[in-house]
């Protein structure tokens, strides 16, 4: 059977902008029902119907709710910030157990990759989630151009290093430059994207541009932002949040609601413009896709 | 006084007010149930810091009478903290008490907010004049809670923070410099052998 990347997602689930926008009076005139639409939140999960959906989340807080420590550690300040990452003009150095290691401009990295659409749940580790519409193209059509050598097994991801402009680098609120790594399997897997942009647009600065990874079954910090170099390794690379609290945060960072996490309860989540949580699916719903990968992996060690 | 006093009472109800126009008009944010329970946590915080600097103020000339508000400003941390659990309650366990059970004992920062606001308890309901002429100097004993609740409450701030933890620490500087205030204070009445207050 041919490998098909995204069964249950499609542009269809997007929510089209008009739709948002009544949405929005609706659950004004539904306030009465319950303090779910008093704070804005979507009126029939607010009356306690517990909605499995997968709407995209909208647009605007899709980029005005994010992790980006490089541009402040608020959950709006990397909005705020946005324009102090400066991303033009832009290279990517690709080295490690590479044939053809070099660096390379960001339109020389995606002039040979045809973009596609991939609309994918995004979980965080913090226990919200969103749904986002990527576009982007395999993270392994890239790496074959580079053609890995046979001991590369893993890849490591580095953001920019940027204190100067970038606010969030002054101070060292985690070991900079953000790090970030998968498994040589993991990274050839073809749900695993580097992302371009998002809803039709260029990536914004503060979703990780200009260019991003995504990796939909692992939480949201694997994914890294802002990407300026790629390694290519024969030892498990050092990741950010890993290094600041490995009893917390581990390298392979799957989706698990059986895997508790101190701060948060990994069981449940909030998706982004609900009023309930709703359960936490393991690998965030790519199971039949990914899970394979962890077959002889004791998950609850290997978190 | 009592001007005064009205005034902070309307005054210390202007963030719920501003919570409630926030939540109504859709300015909380993508994650409005997370933002309106913080808001609170801040406040009840806040509040109880206020209170806590009431001692240091009184000795700014004119600031003396002060201390006729400091039961205000203690209640409004109170007030708050009890929007904030309830917050926490209805809008992230959903009255689910047996996840609420679970959670308070399995989060480490859910844990130590809970003993910061069962310490405020008793000190709200004996906040009365009437407690407080029935507990004679017990009373003031008992209020010495507030110093490890406001701790405490510090301490919630700190575990929940994933990686920055300026601002929590900035909330345990101003708490240690109240602190540090009292030593002299503490110093003499250890001497006499009397309870302080
Ligand atoms: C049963 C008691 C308590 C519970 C269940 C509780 C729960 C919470 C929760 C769920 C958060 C937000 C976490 C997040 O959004 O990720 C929080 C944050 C906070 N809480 Fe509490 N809390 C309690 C008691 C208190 C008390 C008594 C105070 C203060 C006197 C307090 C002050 C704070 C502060 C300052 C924050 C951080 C707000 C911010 O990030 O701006 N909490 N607490």
Known sequence: MPFRWNPELTMQDVTPEEYFLERRRLMKQAALVGAGAVLGLNPLTALGGESQDDTATPYEKATHYNNFYELGTGKDDPAANADKLLISPWSVIIDGAVTKPGKVSLEELLKPHAIEERVYRLRCVETWSMVIPWQGFPLRDLLRRFDPLGNAKYVAFETLLDPQHLPGQTRKILDWPYREGLRMDEAMHPLTIIATGMYGRSLPNQNGAPLRLVVPWKYGFKSIKSIVRITLTEQQPLTSWNQMASEEYGFYANVNPLVPHPRWDQESERRIGEFRRRPTLIFNGYGDHVAGLYAHMDLSRNF | ?197
């Open chain 2, 1 to 197: 006084m009592i001007a005064a006093s009205r005034f902070l009472f309307v005054v210390g109800l202007l963030p719920l007010a501003w919570l409630t126009y926030a939540a109504w008009q859709d300015l909380l944010g993508a994650n409005p149930i997370e933002r309106a329970i913080r808001f609170c946590g801040d406040w009840a915080l806040w509040w109880l810091l206020l209170t806590l600097s009431v001692r240091p103020l009184r000795r700014v000339p004119g600031l003396t009478e002060l201390i006729r508000v400091r039961r205000m400003l203690g209640l409004f941390s109170f007030f708050y903290a009890t929007l904030h659990v309830m917050g926490y309650v209805a809008l992230d366990r959903y009255f689910d008490w047996e996840s609420t059970v679970r959670d308070l004992l399995k989060r480490p920062y859910i844990t130590v907010g809970a003993l910061s606001f069962l310490l405020l308890l008793p000190l709200a309901i004996t906040s009365t004049y009437g407690y407080m002429k029935r507990l004679g100097r017990y009373w003031g004993r008992l209020h010495r809670l507030v110093y490890i609740s406001a701790a405490f409450a510090v301490v919630h701030y700190w575990l929940m923070v994933k990686a920055d933890h300026l601002q929590p620490a900035l909330h345990g500087v101003v708490l240690t410099m109240l602190m540090v205030w009292r030593i002299p204070a503490w110093k003499i009445t250890m001497r006499n052998k009397t309870p302080p207050f």
